[in-house]
């Protein structure tokens, strides 16, 4: 049994690597790898630890959670790893092939039955949207990987009854906590969990050995450490712990002046939420999902195995509690027409595959007809899984609904692009540009660029960019009415810009260098 | 006399192979004693660096501040490595193998049992060794006393000792301590092997067999196995409990078993040290610096390695051969665990163990741990006396290894609060200087050490509890590590200032065992029952009897609701029958106080005969002996 799991293991790992990197070339040719903005956030975060006019783990900031951009930094310094996103993609393909592996062990461990396990991993491994997201440097596939190995963990805790595995958990979600915030709520729903095996397994809280109290105590420390220290960073960075919730560039303050219809009203964010979820999973699959879930409830009750299966909808939850309270906004073509952020929805893939592979573990094998009756589930299941990819296929990549997504956004920032290239091939010297709202600018000029983050070399810029302390030789600025940048807000009527000339005038921006000509 | 087949065969087997190693190619490696502090050519050197440091301050303060800032993060670096290596390869380690000996071929044994100021724990010991399994004519027991302690010589001579119990009492002549008094008992040792007990110590009875077994297997195999250490484990980790769940108190409320914070930290502290690190040095065949106790030796391999007679102190009726550890190192057995392997013996970790009793007060613990730190200190000076001699006679990684295990301990313990402190003036007041003083690459390795090694210490200790089942220290690491930490900071200053005023050292600086204790907490409580009982014995002055008035009888019958002429007169009724009901309510609960004060006479009686029970058995002898102490109340 142990021989043949592992060479379950090592075989959906290599045809997760075949997969994975066949997504990557077909959505490379399709030029939807950096597509959304996002992604060259991440990539310019991770890089500017390592290389740019001011480095350091203070380039991390502290909005965004840090662990994506840290694995980042570590190849980001190599330019062609960068410029082509593959310093982060490398990661989020990495995860995928983890997040199918693990998801095979987590049914395995549940249920005792490899074919439930392969199902968990094909509805994943399989899916469109999923194979899209891990070529992309984006911290999602990151927090996949997490929350399966997490629970996969807690799971073999609760079979083995050897704290080693809880540690393990435990380390897990202090790491998976400084990923994404959705995480948060994942963590904290596994560690209800792990009362919950407590509880089961009738180890004591108050008495007698402690046995649940120490595993709880365990447990939540580490998780009140990984969250602990983020907001020690933002202490020590921002002077203010909760910066990260409602600062400067937060998702409350970038939300806070659109009317998003689905701010305050619950069954509009459920309903976007669904739609998001059809649209990137596909319905059959949702379907499955579901199905899954009500099966294991019947079957198991409230096992501690269907707890901990029911702890991956947290980040679901969490987001819809996210478009409820505005905080992170989602849009959907059958509400709002046009797409946003429909990568949130494709978490809930963990727990459609897991529910999924739990439902045809749980087919009897004694029988012929048992045995068949699995055989088709097991068909069925990844037909559909896989329909995606035949439309992946068929439309060249736009009939996955995130890499349209993705598409569409690439297609917006032209003119930034335009500029960007202008200033990498005309001009030389250090950049003054505000990253935040012009990533497509800064990206191929990384290298240059003193933006909001560089502290001092950004306020002597924004007050005398020729002065000595700055010593800027391009300035960009967004003029767009209503969307200025800081460039222009303090500089653009300023007598600091006599020694500069405009080069470059677009719709949205102007570019002018020190002493350069005017075109 | 103890009688038996003679071993010395095979531990001359043992002590040939160790000669037959590349250990013995090497230079010889000369024991010296820790008598003085510091050597004349280490004072120069601390001269010397001393001045150089003062001359680099006065050129560049800053330069010179950030490398001493470079050595400590090294220093850190090396020391957090080495503990996790040693951890991990505790986890690939497994106990040497035996080969059975049948208990007519085992061979003689001699155990020591060093003992100053505990004539309270001669019973102790003499049930610890009577539960050893091991042949009465072959084992040999010895006291080991000192002459002055004149109490505990005249408790051991009054003492119903068996027969292979001997009193060996140490003349008095400085230095005094354990280590002196074992070197002179050890001329005395007819056993082929030898282990020392400690005072509180209580062996599973299967360890002397086991170890002999240990030993014989190594012998086939060809491996100079030098001494094989037991585990140590505190027994008082962790209170008893019942079957319920309850903490288990003697009769007066005590504790059974006394467990404060400062038990649990040193149980977890004691798992760590040798179900980790000791396991995995001797995985690694590094040197392993011994636990103090429960280390048994063939007789010959002390006798190899003694030190050189000239250099042991003169003692009456002492020829000075059998100078095993040196007498004026206060952890003489980390010491020796060097020599041993400088001498090309190995030492393992065997599947036994022996109960200790932990120190349960902060002032104790940092009294037992200054101690330990001081001989760590002392060891590492002895070692660095001549560093490159030493270390090729080790060998260079055995050497860097042995002293970070024991001059690191010291050191680490020594800088945390240095460290700890300029973090937290740095987070309060933002000071340039120390910004200045950590440049880019220093900063990141410090913040790293700093916040990644302390968690990973504590995982590390939590991995023990958990591994241990000891589940009600987890709270305790959790909520108090700190403060432990600063516990072991202290004592590591204090030994310092020991070490730098040579009048305080060396010293039995005894822990004190055998204590029955209550913690504050626990001591309030019991006096709070004691006073409540106070008072219950108290005559209580009880008032007679009331008799109830009689129920007057009713008028006439009730009306129902069928027998009214309407509305109004079934509203009357409905109000009829609240009152009714209003009044049956009062009369009972008349009665149930005029029930409660007729009882009063009962419980007072109750109360007395109750406290009078306890008076007589406050009186009676014991049922049985109680040699552990837990029930009758000994104290120091």
Redesign the interface.
Known sequence: MMRSTRADSATLGALAVLCSAGAYWFFLEHGTILGYEDTLSHLLIGRRIVVGQQTGFGQVGGIWLPLPHLLIATLAWIDPLYSSGLAGSLFSMLAYVGTVVALYGVVLVATGDRLGGWVAAAVYGLSASALYLQTTPMGEPLMYLGIVTAILAVLLWHRTERHRWLMVAAMICMLLVLVRYEAWVFSLALWVVVGHVCVAKKYRFMSGDLAGQAYLLVFGTYLALGVGLWLLWDLVIFGDPLAWLHGSYTSFDQTSELSLSQVGNLRLSLETYAYGVRATLGLPVAVLGVVGLLWMLWREGLSPVFTAFLATLAPSAFLVYGLYSGAQPMRVEEIDGDLYNLRMAVVMLLPVALFTGYAVASIPRAHWSARTLRAVATSLVVVLAGAGLQTAAATEGSGVVVAREASQAFAAYAEQRQVGSFIEDHTSGRVLVQSFGNEWIVFPIQRRVVYEGSSDQWRHGLKSPAGPRADIDVVVMRVTPGDTDAPEQHLRHSPAMKHYDVVLATDHFLVWQRGGGAR | MTTGPDDSSGVHAIVAAAHRTGARRRPVYLRQTAQRTLSNGQRAFAAVAVALFVMGLLIDDLWTMRLLVVLVLVFSTLFLALRFVLVYASTRRRYPERRAVATEDLPRYTTLHPMYDEANMIAVVVAAMEAVDYPRDRLQCLLVLEERDRATVEAARRFDLPDYFQIVETPTARPFGKPKACNHALQFATGDYVVIFDAEDRPEPQQLRRAVETFRGAEERGEPLGCVQARLAFENQAPV?GL???VLRDRDGYDVRPTTWCTRFLGIEYTVHFQMVLPGLSHLRLPVPLGGTSNHFPLAVLRDVAFQPEVMPELPGDDRTTGAWDPWNVTEDAELGGAIAANGYTTAVFDSWTDEEAVQTPLATINQRSRWVKGYAQTSLVLLRRPVRNALAMGPLSFLVFLLQVGGTYLSLLLAPVTWGLTIVF?VTRSTYIIALFP?PLL?LGVLLN?GGN?ALL?IS??A???D?Q??A??YL?FFTPLWWSLLSVAAWVATLELAFPGWRPSWNKTAHGLRYATRRRAAWLAVQRQVRSWEERPVRVAPPRTLPARPALAGPLPTARSAGGPADERAFVQLMANERAEAARRAARARRATARTAEPTRVAVAQRRAAAQQARRVAPPLHSDPAGFGSGITT
């Open positions: 409990k319920l769940g309850e987070v880019g990141y916040v968690l995982t939590l991995g509890a958990l591994r089942r589940f009600g987890v709270r959790l």
